[in-house]
C-alpha cells in the first residue's frame, strides 16, 4: 500500500472538525517511506541538540515554566505560531476545502477569529497578572486553595484530552513510517516528549515550536508556490478550473451543507474562536515574555503567521480540486468519482507528490511528525505545571514550597502525564477520538475563558460566582459532547443523538457566563466585599505591569 496512506490516518486522527468524524481505522503496517524517515530523524537529532542546552540554561522554576520570561516577541510569535497550526491545520483543512469549497473557507475563519479577542483584550492583561499559569490571573483577588484547584482541574481536562488525540495521530504516523507496532510507537512518541519537557522545560519546547513553525510555513509555501506555478500564478484562472474540476461546479464558492443548520454552525464558531483564548498551553506562551509589550508583540506576529498558513492552506485545497481531483492515480480503482487513496484526509499528501515527488513527501511527513511532537510538549508543560505550581506549590504547600522541591514535583507530574498519555493513546487505538477535540475546545470555551476574562475585567466576580459559573461550564460542555452525534452515536452505537449538535458552545459558553453573574450578584458575604473591593489594585497592575514578574537574569 503506498506510504501516502500513513499520512492520511494521522490526519484522520487529528482532524478537529468533529462533524466529519469517523471512526479511526487501523490499517496494517506500511513499507518504510525512507525519505521521511530520514528527515525525522535529522528532526529528532537537531531537538535533542536543543534540549541538551536548554537543559544547561534551566536553573529555576521561572526557567523551566516560563524560559525565564526571556523570549522576545517574535520569537514566541513563532512559538505560538508552532503551538497553533498544528497537522491537522495542514490536512483536514485542505481536504474540507477540496471536498466543500467555501464552507472550508469559513471553518478557517472561525479558527482565526479568536487571535484578534486575545489580542487586544488579553495580551498585556495576561503578562501583567501571570506569572507561570492562568490560574495566577483567576486567583489574583479570589480565593486561592479553591480557585486554583478548580483551575487546575479545567486545565488538566483539556490537556487529557488533547493528548490523547495527539497521541494517537502521532503512534500511527510512526508505526506505518517506520513498520513498527502500534503500542512501540506510541512508546516512541511518549519518550521523546519526556525527554524534551523533563530535561528542557519551557526553553526547549518553545524552540522545538520555532523550528516547527518554520518547518511547516516552509513546507506549506513551497507546496503553494509549487502548485499555483500551475495556473500561472492567478487566483482567477485557480478559481475557474475549480469550479469546472470540481463535481458541484459553482456550489463551491457559496455556503453548502455543513453550513445549512445555523445553531450548529454559530455553536461551532464560538467554540472554535473562544475555545482558543481558554488552552492552558497558549495562554502559558504570554509569561515566556519579558514585559507586557512583548506579548502584545507575540500576538502580532502569531497572527500573521497563523492567518497567511490558513492562506497557504485555502490555495492548497482549491489547487488540489484541479491538480488532485482531476488524477485517476490518487482514486481507489482510478474511478474519480471514488474514494481518495488513503483517505478524505490525504489531499495535501497527494498533491505534495504531485507537485514535487517522493522527497518532498518525505519533507511533508517528517513536518507533520514534528509538528504533533511539538504539540505534545507544549501541552505537557502545562499539564505538569498545573500540578506543580497550582496544586502542589500553592493549594498544599500555601506558598511555602522551596524551588527544589516544586522542580522535582514537576518532573514527577511530567513522566505521570508522559504515561497517561501513552496509555490512553494506547487505549485509544481503534476509537473514535475526533469528539475529543470538540469537547477540549467547548471545556475551554465554557469553563477557562469565561472565568478568565470575568476575573480580568469585571470587579464583581466572586469565588463563588466563579466557582459555579466555572463548574456550570464544564459539566454542561461534558454532559452535551457525550449526547452528541460524535459520542451518542458513533463511539456509542445509538441511533440517534439527544442533544443534535456536534460543538456545544453555544448553549455551555452563555449558561456560564450567566451562572457566574448571578452568583456573584446574589454573594453579599463579607469575603465578596473584599474581592470586589480589591478589584482595583488588580486594574492597576493589569494596566502598568507594575509588580509583575520580571524576567530572569542569564
Excluded at 188 to 214: D, E, N, P, R, S
Amino acid at each position: 500500500m503506498n506510504p501516502l496512506r500513513a499520512l492520511g490516518l494521522a490526519g484522520l486522527c487529528l482532524f478537529s472538525v468533529s462533524t466529519l468524524a469517523a471512526p479511526v481505522i487501523v490499517a496494517e503496517k506500511q513499507p518504510l517511506n525512507l525519505h521521511a524517515i530520514g528527515m525525522f530523524f535529522v528532526f529528532v537529532l537537531g531537538t535533542l541538540a536543543i534540549t541538551w542546552w536548554a537543559s544547561r540554561q534551566t536553573r529555576s522554576t521561572a526557567d523551566f515554566y516560563t524560559a525565564g520570561g526571556g523570549i522576545s516577541g517574535f520569537q514566541n510569535g513563532l512559538a505560538i505560531a508552532g503551538d497553533y497550526m498544528s497537522a491537522a491545520t495542514l490536512l483536514g483543512l485542505s481536504s474540507l476545502i477540496f471536498a466543500k469549497g467555501y464552507d472550508g473557507f469559513i471553518y478557517t475563519v472561525a479558527f482565526f477569529v479568536g487571535w484578534p479577542l486575545i489580542t487586544f483584550l488579553m495580551a498585556e492583561r495576561l503578562r501583567n497578572l501571570g506569572r507561570f499559569t492562568f490560574a495566577d490571573i483567576v486567583s489574583y483577588r479570589l480565593d486561592q486553595t479553591r480557585i486554583r484547584t478548580f483551575a487546575a482541574f479545567g486545565s488538566l481536562t483539556v490537556v487529557c484530552c488533547y493528548l490523547v488525540v495527539q497521541m494517537v495521530g502521532a503512534g500511527q504516523l510512526i508505526k506505518l513510517l517506520f513498520g513498527l507496532d502500534y503500542p512501540v510507537a506510541v512508546l516512541v512518541v511518549g519518550a521523546l516528549m519526556l525527554v524534551y519537557v523533563i530535561f528542557g522545560g519551557m526553553l526547549a519546547t518553545t524552540w522545538v515550536q520555532i523550528i516547527k513553525a518554520v518547518l511547516l510555513l516552509a513546507g506549506g509555501t513551497t507546496l503553494a508556490l509549487l502548485a499555483m506555478a500551475q495556473f500561472g500564478f492567478s487566483y482567477e484562472t485557480l478559481a475557474a478550473r475549480a469550479i469546472d474540476s470540481h463535481a458541484i461546479g459553482k456550489a463551491i464558492m457559496g455556503p453548502g451543507s455543513m453550513l445549512a443548520d445555523p445553531l450548529n454552525a454559530a455553536s461551532m464558531s464560538l467554540g472554535l474562536a473562544f475555545g482558543i483564548a481558554g488552552l492552558p498551553h497558549i495562554l502559558m506562551r504570554f509569561f515566556t515574555v519579558p514585559n507586557a509589550k512583548e506579548a502584545r508583540k507575540s500576538v502580532f506576529y502569531a497572527t500573521g503567521f497563523i492567518g497567511f498558513f490558513f492562506l497557504v492552506v485555502i490555495t492548497l485545497g482549491f489547487s488540489a480540486i484541479v491538480i488532485v481531483g482531476t488524477d485517476p492515480q490518487y482514486f481507489v480503482g482510478g474511478d474519480l468519482k471514488g474514494a481518495l487513496i488513503g483517505g478524505g484526509n490525504m489531499v495535501a499528501m497527494h498533491l505534495a507528490k504531485a507537485v514535487g515527488g517522493n522527497l518532498f513527501l518525505g519533507f511533508l511527513s517528517a513536518t507533520a511528525f514534528a509538528t504533533i511532537l511539538a504539540v505534545v510538549s507544549g501541552l505537557a508543560l502545562a499539564g505538569a505545571s498545573a500540578i506543580s505550581h497550582d496544586l502542589y506549590a500553592t493549594v498544599f504547600k500555601k506558598g511555602q514550597a522551596s524551588e527544589k522541591d516544586e522542580m522535582r514535583v514537576t518532573r514527577i507530574a511530567t513522566i505521570g502525564l508522559g504515561l497517561v498519555a501513552i496509555g490512553l493513546g494506547i487505549l485509544f487505538e481503534k476509537q473514535n477520538v475526533a469528539f475529543l477535540v470538540g469537547l477540549t475546545f467547548g471545556v475551554a470555551a465554557s469553563t477557562n475563558f469565561p472565568v478568565l476574562i470575568m476575573a480580568m475585567y469585571w470587579k464583581g466576580l466572586t469565588t463563588r460566582g466563579a466557582l459555579c459559573g466555572g463548574c456550570a461550564g464544564l459539566l454542561s460542555a461534558l454532559l452535551l459532547v457525550i449526547l452528541s452525534p460524535a459520542v451518542w452515536v458513533t463511539v456509542l452505537g445509538n441511533a440517534k443523538a439527544i442533544f443534535p449538535y456536534d460543538h456545544p458552545a453555544l448553549f455551555s459558553m452563555p449558561l456560564a457566563f450567566l451562572v457566574i453573574v448571578v452568583v456573584s450578584k446574589l454573594d453579599r458575604s463579607a469575603r465578596a466585599e473584599h474581592e470586589r473591593a480589591a478589584f482595583d489594585d488588580q486594574f492597576v497592575r493589569a494596566q502598568t505591569g507594575l509588580g509583575a514578574a520580571a524576567a530572569s537574569a542569564h
